[in-house]
């Protein structure tokens, strides 16, 4: 999270998050707290201007596939080890509850998911991961609270990012009777989501001038150097998106993040024939 006096910046996963702090730090008289982290009621309620960024969700998971491949991320560390000691210190002041995370932890599928993260081009590992990614089933595979959510059945793994970082109340998202279904976690969002201007990663440098320009001016030279400045943290990605693709696993990523789609308007790719 980058904070300044006029302005936040909310980091996504996978957004250009990375590169987009980087200018705001050599720009703006601020500091960065963390990285994928959201505000504190106190922050939300000041008078700065939030700012976060957004992706295709398509595009997302092959982004986020392909970071794993080359050995970073956090959801390829908690998909691809067992974190058994965290379950036994758990257990030492809740006996039942560590209990039941340390038989989770033992069966979860580790290797599956190390062998899945092998190479840039074999859309058929991206395919096999993105399924499981996908299915709710899985979710206490991956982390991050997303399996004690009620929207798990509902939701995609980015629409959770998106909930808990983006939208005030996230404890809300637990609310077992609270999420029946996607016009639920609409209203969730249309009343909780604190954020003033999102940067969309196709149009990076072209959003994150228009996003500055709310509150400060930007010369021309100031936006040459923005259009100019070097990416960072870019994930390796030797094919196009469409050709991770089959039609089911558009569809699927359509009916998972359908919060997302339909709020930022993305298209879906064309399916390799």
């Known amino acids: 999270m980058f904070i300044s006096d006029d302005l936040v910046y909310i980091q996504m996963h996978k957004t250009g998050c990375t590169h987009i702090a980087a200018l705001l730090g050599k720009l703006v008289e601020g500091q960065l707290i963390g990285k994928h982290n959201a505000a504190s009621e106190g922050l ?47 257990m030492r002041k809740y006996p039942r509850t560590g209990l039941k995370a340390a038989i ?87 009343e909780n989501c604190y954020i003033n201007f999102f940067i969309r990663q196709e149009s990076l440098e072209k959003d994150f001038c228009k996003a500055l320009e709310k509150v400060m001016p930007l010369g021309e030279s100031t936006k040459n150097q923005i259009h100019s400045a070097r990416k960072v943290n870019q994930s390796r990605r030797p094919l196009p998106v469409s050709d991770y693709y089959t039609e089911d696993l558009i569809e699927l990523v359509g009916r998972r993040e359908k919060l997302l789609i339909d709020k930022f308007r993305y298209l879906p790719p064309e399916p390799i024939r």
């Open 44 to 90: 939300i309620r000041s008078n700065r201007f939030f700012i976060s960024s957004i992706r295709n969700p398509w595009d997302w998971y092959v982004s986020l596939w392909t970071y794993g491949v080359g050995g970073n991320g956090a959801l390829r560390d908690n998909l691809t080890n067992r974190r058994i000691h965290d379950s036994i210190r758990l």
């Open 104 to 190: 989770r932890e033992i069966s979860k599928p580790t290797r599956q998911f190390r062998e899945l993260y092998d190479n840039e081009e074999n859309v058929l590992s991206f395919r096999k991961w993105l399924a499981l990614i996908l299915d709710p089933s899985c979710s206490r595979s991956l982390g991050e609270g997303y399996s004690d959510t009620a929207i798990k059945e509902i939701c995609g793994f980015m629409s959770y990012r998106y909930l808990y970082l983006c939208c005030q109340n996230p404890r809300q998202l637990r609310g077992r009777n609270q999420f029946a279904g996607i016009k639920d976690v609409r209203e969730f969002d249309i």
